[in-house]
């Protein structure tokens, strides 16, 4: 989980004032059959949250300010919450009914938990719950919102955004002591949100309705750019939402000053380096900009990239947390490196029988982790299997590893098995206790891994299949 708190950004909270009458905040919770620590985190505030045996955890502390957190259980599971001053919340979680998409998996009650009980109301009414798993919400849901005539689907997109406003009205009339400054940001979040909506319809009609010419009015790009706030910095430290809004205005621009240069390269960081002195954006965006050089380097595979990248986070960066996250990044990837033994597993398959890394002692080992609702991931199965079929017959064994918490989702995935691509030993990370996520580093996916008949890894972040750098590696190393 910790991989999560990467990611603090993307979730809002208001900044504590210095009222001397501010009553800190508390959670008190239950989560039943998830066993792991939850991540707890706002937009500057981020820990790990330890559960007790019986499930219980509680959450407190004078650095939680005013505004909205979230309890993150994995990437695709989680519950927003807004906490105040006297907040007491009482949240009960059935974490195998929460992935399932079951409605009545939370309930909560206290004291001063109006904002959360409107969040709750919300999240209540999402489509999500109309399917069984994220994958089905992606593969079928977003062809129901987008597979219409321009004109339609405009219509709609106001029409949910204009029921969603009105909800929230009525909320706000029965409960008179809702901080306003909170229905100010969820407002303008659900703007952003149908705006960005409204913005991918030109990428999602060519999608699903690929064999019709459709005229995109010009105007589905930043449609309610009249309504949204421009360069509000203060809005900025408030919303997630926001912030992204502003970052990617400001991304479009760099980027496109760094367009002759290949994507990721060592040329293009040092150009990006070299904008960022330069330009005239606004000292928040360029600190964020340059706070995320530390993500190029978590991407990047090429060691001169990195190095590069490490010297600039130490030179330009001057944020202590993110340095912080760097260097325990560092610390873990110095911790398990190429050449080294491969640390022991033992995983679950489709069957339900247990398989070891020790079971294949003695032949070259390539591994896909993967989950179910990583679009990136489904489209590099296909690759994954073609691999297999170029060395069938050779010593070297395929794994494809799930990371999925719904196992059902998984199982009904590999089950149906559509383009025949998921066939061979297909195993899974939560149907039993292992360690396999922390001990390979597998921080995001997809993620390859090659380990050689010796059970030395050959490569610890090995390169995409279809790569002829793979295919060097597998061929300079088969025995």
């Known amino acids: ?146 597979a219409k005539q321009p004109d339609v689907f405009l219509a709609e997109q106001k029409s949910k955004l204009k029921e969603t406003n009105v909800l929230i009205d009525r909320f706000v009339e029965n409960h008179s002591t809702i901080d306003m400054d909170f229905i100010e940001i969820l407002k303008l979040e659900k703007l952003l949100s149908t705006n960005f909506t409204i913005g991918h319809y030109h990428k999602m009609i060519a999608l699903y309705m690929p064999n ?49 240069y290949e994507r990721e390269s060592l040329d293009f960081y040092k150009a990006q380096v070299d904008f960022l002195e330069k330009c005239t954006f606004p000292k928040v965006i360029v600190e964020d ?25 130490q030179i330009k960066i001057t944020d202590v947390k993110t340095l912080k996250i760097h260097a325990d990044f560092k610390a873990n990837e110095a911790s398990y490196k190429d050449g080294d033994l491969s640390p022991q597993f033992t995983l679950v398959d489709i069957d339900g029988i247990e398989v070891s890394i020790a079971d294949f002692k003695g032949s070259m080992v390539m591994m896909d982790c993967w989950a179910t609702w990583c679009a990136p991931c489904i489209e590099g199965l296909p690759k994954f299997n073609k691999l297999k079929e170029k060395y069938k017959g050779k010593n070297i064994v395929f794994l494809t590893v799930s990371i999925d918490d719904n196992v059902k989702a998984w199982k009904k995935k590999v089950q149906k098995n559509s383009d025949d691509i998921l066939g061979g030993i297909q195993l899974n990370t939560s149907q039993n206790e292992n360690t396999f996520k922390k001990d390979f580093r597998v921080q995001g996916i997809p993620h390859y891994i090659l380990i050689g008949a010796d059970g030395r890894i050959i490569k610890r972040s090995a390169p995409h299949p279809g790569s002829e750098e793979l295919y060097e590696l597998i061929n300079t190393n088969l025995k």
């Open 212 to 260: 019709e010419e459709i005229d995109v009015p010009a105007n589905f790009t930043n449609h309610f750019a009249a309504q949204i706030p421009q360069d509000d910095f203060e809005m900025f430290k408030k919303s997630t939402q926001y912030k992204s809004y502003l970052t990617n205005k400001y991304a479009a621009k760099m980027y496109e000053a760094l367009s002759s």
């Open 1 to 146: 989980m910790n991989h999560l708190l990467v990611l603090i950004s993307m979730f809002a909270v208001l900044a504590c004032g210095n009222d001397n009458t501010y009553v800190n905040p508390v959670i008190e919770g239950t989560v039943t059959g998830f066993d792991k620590e939850i991540s707890f985190f706002g937009i500057n505030y981020g820990k790990q949250v330890k559960v007790d045996s019986a499930g219980n955890f509680r959450i407190t502390g004078d650095s939680i300010g005013t505004g909205m957190y979230t309890l993150g259980f994995t990437m695709l599971d989680s519950k927003k919450v807004y906490l105040k001053s006297g907040t007491v919340l009482k949240i009960t979680i059935d974490y195998p009914q929460l992935i399932a998409k079951n409605k009545e998996a939370v309930t909560i009650s206290g004291e001063n938990i109006e904002e959360t009980e409107l969040l709750h109301e919300l999240d209540m009414n999402s489509p999500i719950y109309e399917y069984e798993s994220m994958a089905d919400y992606k593969k079928y849901h977003y062809e129901k919102v987008y």
């Open 289 to 313: 900009f340059t706070n995320g050089l530390r993500v190029g380097y978590v991407r990047s595979k090429d060691e001169k990239v990195k190095t590069y990248l490490d010297s600039m986070i």
